[in-house]
C-alpha cells in the first residue's frame, strides 16, 4: 500500500535541483526543499489523508468514487449538488488512470537508473531493462497478488528500513540539515525565489503523490493498520532518506545527479538497485490492482460497460484481474517509457493528474464534513480553505509542466471520462426506450396470463433492467409462442451506491400471481454477483429452481442511432461500439450458456 510514496525517493528530490526546472542547490535552497517536503509529508498525508479524508469511509471502502457515492447520496438525484458531485467524482477517477500508468514507468526506469551510477556501461540496456521488467510485471498480473502478496509486506519493511539507515548515515555527517523542520526555511524559500519558488512545488508534490493511493486501500486494510504503519515507520523512514539526500548534496553538489544512489556505499550499489526495483514493481503492483479495483467499481455503478472480470483468489473478494484493462495498461506504460526515455521527462508528466484528483477529494471532502459529520459550517470553511490553498498551490504549480508531459494523464483522464459519460448516459436513454415499450407486471398479468397458453414443465428466468416493468423477452415469448412455463421469474439485478449489501438483505420477492415471482437481488458496488448464490437464496425463500430444468431468456438489442446533430451521432455511435464489444451478460453472471435463449429487439436511440 505505501509502495507508490514509498518509492518517490528515488526521484523527488533529484527533480528540485536536476530536473528541467531544477533550481540552484545552494544551503539556503536545499533547506528550503527539505521543509516543504517535511511540512507537506505532515499537513496532505499526515493530517489531511491519514486523520481526516479516511473518516470519510463507505461501509469501510475508500477512493474517490466510494467518497462520491457516499457524498450523493445525501443530494437529490435530479439536482445540481448531485450532478456537480458525481461530476466530480467521475473525472477524478478518470485521471487516476494517468498515475496507474505513468508510477510504473516512473518507478521502474528511476530503479534502473541507478545502474548508471556505478558504470556507464549500462546506459544503452537501462529502456530495455525497464521494458522487459514492466512486460514480466503485467505478464503475471492473472495470477493474483495472493500469493506474491506474502513476500510484500517484508520486502517493503526492509526497503523502509534500508532507505532509513541511509538516510541516518548522512545525516550524522552533517546533522545541521535538520533545521529544515522548522517552517522559517520554507517561507524564506519563496522570499528568496520568487515564482521559480512556486514552480519547485511541482517537483516537491512527487514527495506525497501517493496520498490518493493511500485513502483508496483503506478497505483492504482498515483505518487502525494504514495510521499505526504511516507514523511508526513509513513516515519516519521516508523524512529520514529525504533529510539524509539532502545532507549530501549540501556536502557534494555533484550528488544532485542522483542523490538517492549516491547516498550508498560502492559496495551497496547493486543490491541497492535490485531492492529498489524489486520495490518499484511492488508499488506498480499498487496501482495496477487499484486500475482493476476503480474499473470494477465504475461497471457496477453503470460508468462503464461489463467486462470480462477474474478473480483471482478464493478468499479475498477484492482480489480482481481484468484482462483488457491490463493490457492497455501495458502499452501506454511501455509508450511513456520509449517517448519519455528517463525518469526526469516522465517526472514533469507527473503530478498534475494526482493534484487534480486531490483537489477534487478536498471539494468532495466539504460535502462529507457538512452533510454527513454534521461540523459547523464556519469550521469547514476554514479547513477546507487550508487545504485547498495547498491544493491549488501545487495544482498551479504541476499545470506549468502540461506542455512537457503533463498533457498526457489529462488527455487519458478526459478520453476516459468521455467514455464513462457516454457508456451512463447512452445506457440511460437506451432503458428509458426499452421502459416505454414495457407493461407494468399488473397490466401484464391482467392483459396476458388470461389468454390461453401451452404450459411448459420447468422454470423460466426472465433477466429483466427494469424493477417495474415486463422484460420485452417474456412478452415476444407470449405473443409469438403461446408458451409460458410453469414457474416464471422476472429477475432484476440492482447495484446500490453503497460498496456491500448484506445476504440477508440480498433479495426482495414479489409474487403477482401463482407461479409468477418478480426478485430483485440487491448489491454494492464492491460485490460480486453470481447467478448460483441467488438461486440458493431463492431456494431458501421456498422458490426451489433446478438448473437442469430451467431457462435463462435474455433480451438482446441492436441499437440503430437515430439523426442528430454531429456530436450526438458521434456519441451515439461510440456508445453502440462500446455495447457491441461488452462482455456478454451470460459470462458476466455466470449463467450458464447451455441454458440462455436471447430473444432480439430493435431500439432506436
Same mark, same amino acid.
Given at each position: ?77 435530479? $439536482? *445540481? ?6 461530476? %466530480?467524482?467521475?473525472? /477524478?477517477?478518470?485521471? @487516476? +488512470?494517468? =498515475? ?96 521559480? $519558488? *512556486?514552480?519547485?512545488?511541482?517537483s516537491?508534490? %512527487?514527495?506525497?503523490? /501517493?496520498?490518493?493511493? @493511500? +485513502?483508496? =486501500? ?45 547516498l ?15 520495490a ?26 461489463r ?10 473478494r ?16 511501455i ?16 503530478g498534475?493528474?494526482v ?10 471532502l ?45 488527455t487519458m ?74 414457474q ?100 458476466f453472471?455466470?449463467?450458464?450458456p ?5 430473444v ?6
Open positions: 500500500m505505501y509502495g507508490d510514496i514509498g518509492t518517490s525517493p528515488l526521484y523527488a528530490l533529484r527533480e528540485c535541483f536536476h530536473g528541467p526546472h531544477s533550481i540552484v542547490p545552494s544551503e539556503g535552497n536545499v533547506l528550503g526543499v527539505l521543509s516543504l517536503i517535511f511540512w507537506s509529508l505532515i499537513v496532505i498525508i499526515s493530517i489531511k489523508y491519514v486523520i481526516i479524508v479516511m473518516r470519510a469511509d463507505n461501509d469501510g471502502e475508500g477512493g474517490i468514487l466510494a467518497l462520491m457515492s457516499l457524498v450523493s447520496s445525501a443530494e437529490k438525484k435530479s $439536482g *445540481f449538488k448531485y450532478i456537480f458531485i458525481t461530476t %466530480l467524482g467521475l473525472f /477524478g477517477a478518470a485521471l @487516476l +488512470y494517468g =498515475d496507474g500508468i505513468i508510477t510504473p514507468a516512473i518507478s521502474v526506469l528511476s530503479a534502473v537508473e541507478g545502474l548508471k551510477i556505478a558504470t556507464p556501461f549500462f546506459n544503452p540496456y537501462i529502456i530495455p531493462l525497464t521494458v522487459i521488467i514492466l512486460v514480466s510485471l503485467f505478464a503475471v498480473q492473472y495470477k493474483g497478488t495472493a500469493g506474491v502478496g506474502k513476500i510484500f509486506g517484508p520486502i517493503t519493511f526492509i526497503w523502509f528500513i534500508v532507505i532509513a539507515v541511509l538516510g541516518i548515515s548522512s545525516i550524522a555527517k552533517n546533522p545541521d540539515v535538520l533545521r529544515a523542520i522548522n517552517p522559517y526555511f520554507a517561507l524564506h524559500f519563496f522570499v528568496d525565489n520568487g515564482f521559480h $519558488g *512556486f514552480v519547485i512545488l511541482g516537491v508534490f %512527487l514527495v506525497v503523490t /501517493g496520498g490518493e493511493a @493511500l +485513502y483508496a =486501500d483503506l478497505g483492504h486494510f482498515g483505518k487502525s493498520p494504514i495510521k499505526l504503519a504511516w507514523f511508526s515507520l513509513v513516515l519516519p523512514c521516508l523524512l529520514l532518506n529525504y533529510f539524509g539526500q539532502g545532507a549530501l548534496i549540501l556536502k557534494n553538489v555533484a550528488a544532485v545527479e542522483n542523490p538517492f544512489y549516491y550508498a556505499p560502492e559496495w551497496a550499489l547493486y543490491p541497492l538497485v535490485i531492492l529498489a526495483t524489486i518499484t514493481v511492488i508499488a506498480s503492483q499498487a496501482l495496477i490492482s487499484g486500475a482493476f479495483s476503480i474499473t470494477f467499481q465504475a461497471l457496477q455503478l453503470g460508468f462503464l460497460p467486462m470480462r472480470i477474474l478473480h483471482t483468489s478464493e478468499d479475498e477484492g482480489q480482481i484481474y481484468i484482462p483488457q484493462i491490463n493490457w492497455i495498461l501495458l502499452v501506454c506504460t509508450a511513456l517509457v520509449l517517448g519519455f526515455k528517463s525518469s526526469s521527462n516522465l517526472a514533469a508528466a507527473y498534475i493528474a493534484t487534480s484528483t486531490m483537489v477534487i477529494t478536498t471539494i468532495l466539504s460535502v462529507a464534513m457538512v452533510k454527513l459529520w454534521k461540523w459547523s459550517k464556519l469550521v469547514v470553511f476554514f479547513v477546507i480553505t487550508f487545504f485547498l490553498i495547498i491544493d491549488l498551490s501545487f495544482w498551479g504549480a504541476n499545470l506549468l509542466k502540461v506542455l512537457q508531459g503533463g498533457w498526457v494523464p489529462l483522464g478526459a478520453v476516459i471520462y468521455f467514455l464513462m459519460t457516454t457508456w451512463h448516459n447512452g445506457r440511460k436513454n437506451l432503458l428509458n426506450k426499452i421502459h416505454e415499450q414495457t407493461l407494468s407486471i399488473e397490466n401484464f398479468v391482467t392483459e396476458f396470463l388470461s389468454i390461453r397458453m401451452i404450459a411448459i414443465p420447468g422454470t423460466a428466468i426472465y433477466m429483466s433492467s427494469s424493477s417495474t416493468g415486463t422484460p420485452p423477452p417474456l412478452i415476444k415469448n407470449i405473443t409469438h409462442n403461446r408458451l409460458l412455463h410453469k416464471v421469474v422476472i429477475l432484476t439485478i440492482k447495484f446500490h451506491k453503497v460498496p456491500h449489501i448484506r445476504l440477508e438483505e440480498r433479495i426482495q420477492i414479489e409474487q403477482p400471481t401463482e407461479g409468477f415471482y418478480r426478485v430483485i437481488a440487491n448489491y454494492g458496488f464492491m460485490d460480486i454477483t453470481n447467478i448460483q448464490q441467488i438461486i440458493e437464496l431463492l431456494d431458501k425463500q421456498g422458490i426451489k429452481i433446478k438448473m437442469e430444468k430451467t431457462t435463462f431468456f435474455l433480451g438482446r438489442e441492436t441499437l440503430i442511432p437515430k439523426k442528430k446533430n454531429l456530436f450526438e451521432m458521434i456519441r451515439d455511435k461510440i456508445f453502440i461500439l462500446m455495447s457491441n464489444n461488452s462482455q456478454r451478460a451470460t459470462d453472471f455466470n449463467i450458464p447451455t441454458r440462455v435463449y436471447e432480439g429487439t430493435q431500439v432506436e436511440l
